[in-house]
């Protein structure tokens, strides 16, 4: 006991001692394993259970995960001003997530992840529409690039497009829009409110979906779903720590590991191999959103660095 002690102590002492882009990266790293362990449970578990159902336990389990930190903050964190967009956000995430579950179940586990990529790129969009932020050439040539890595993976008029793909796109196209929400809420809310309403929210919207489809289960199913929920959240926690220890263009790059992750249990798990155009596309769409970041980090140290002179 007293070694297992001195282990962990030494393991704590040794984090601490890393520079935060280090454990940002690690933490990135261990996200994208954690996301891909999730995608391939949950091609699994269709085999026997509606995606809808599996959307259910996975939030059900993440709602479960959050209820401590509710409590031990006597729901003060709940307090909100905007309870509108945490209603809207909670749908548009459902949406998501449905999507994404029953695009798992019918396509590939590489091809999904990699269409999952173009989230950036439609935000960018959203971000000058919307928020009204600048309009750039070199943005839009960015964005222009991330459409055409799109149309490289899907081939239209080539090869038949198939619905998982179509609902991959549509639900990164919705999850960009929750990315812009997520923006306007931060101007005035927590980033723990934030995350305590999306679980709310999700747990409670995704029953009705859950209930339509319902079908038995066993033991052995049920315990695949736990590891849903758990690889979800434990996954969701180090992409919002690695966030926090680092810019996001420093740990960016490592969130191309989970077509590589993906691609090992695809192939291992389900006989799929992807094509090269999955491959060139999901890089071509990868390096835009990355270049985007990147442009977007350098302007913002430079009006900073004005704003300090003047």
């Known amino acids: 006991m007293t070694g297992q ?34 995608h391939g449970l949950v091609s699994f578990v269709s085999e026997v259970l509606p995606p809808f159902q599996i959307a259910f336990f996975r939030n059900i389990f993440g709602l479960a995960f959050l209820l401590p930190i509710l409590i031990r903050s006597r729901f003060l964190i709940l ?30 586990l590489a091809k999904v992840t990699a269409l999952s990529f173009t989230a950036p790129i439609f935000m960018a969009v959203l971000a000058v529409l919307v928020l009204g932020e600048r309009f750039r050439i070199y943005r839009w040539g960015a964005i222009f690039s991330g459409f055409i890595g799109m149309l490289i993976i899907l081939r239209p008029g080539l090869i ?7 609902l991959v796109t549509a639900g990164a196209a ?7 929400i997520i923006k306007i809420q931060s101007r005035t809310e927590s980033s723990v409110t934030i995350v305590a309403y999306m679980g709310i929210f999700l747990g409670v919207f995704s029953i009705i979906p859950a209930y ?35 810019d996001p263009t420093a740990i960016m790059p490592f969130d191309f590991l989970k ?11 389900f006989s799929e191999v992807p094509d090269i155009f999955t491959w060139i596309g999901a890089t071509v769409i990868f390096s835009s959103g990355f270049f985007i970041a990147m442009r977007e980090r350098r302007i913002s140290i430079s009006a900073a660095s004005g704003d300090n002179k003047s």
């Not at 945490?86 to 695009?103: E, P, S």
């Not at 038949?160 to 179509?166: E, M, N, Q, T, Y």
């Not at 919705?174 to 990315?179: G, K, N, R």
């Open 174 to 180: 919705l999850w960009a829009v929750a990315m812009i």
């Open 79 to 108: 307090r909100t001003k905007n309870i509108g967009l945490h209603v809207l956000r909670g749908l548009i995430n459902l949406a998501v997530m449905l999507m994404f579950f029953t695009a798992l179940s019918i396509t590939p």
């Open 212 to 246: 339509f489809v319902w079908q038995p289960f066993g033991l052995q199913t049920m315990g695949l779903l736990v590891l849903i929920g758990l690889s979800g959240t434990i996954a969701q926690i180090a992409i919002s720590q690695s966030l926090k220890e680092a």
């Open 259 to 269: 077509l590589i992750w993906t691609t090992m249990i695809g192939a291992w798990f």
């Open 160 to 166: 038949a497009i198939d619905k998982g793909a179509l």
């Open 5 to 38: 002690i001195y282990i962990i102590r030494a393991a704590r002492v040794f984090w601490k001692n890393q520079t935060p882009v280090m454990r940002g990266i690690v933490l990135m790293c261990l996200s994208t394993v954690a996301f891909s362990v999730m």
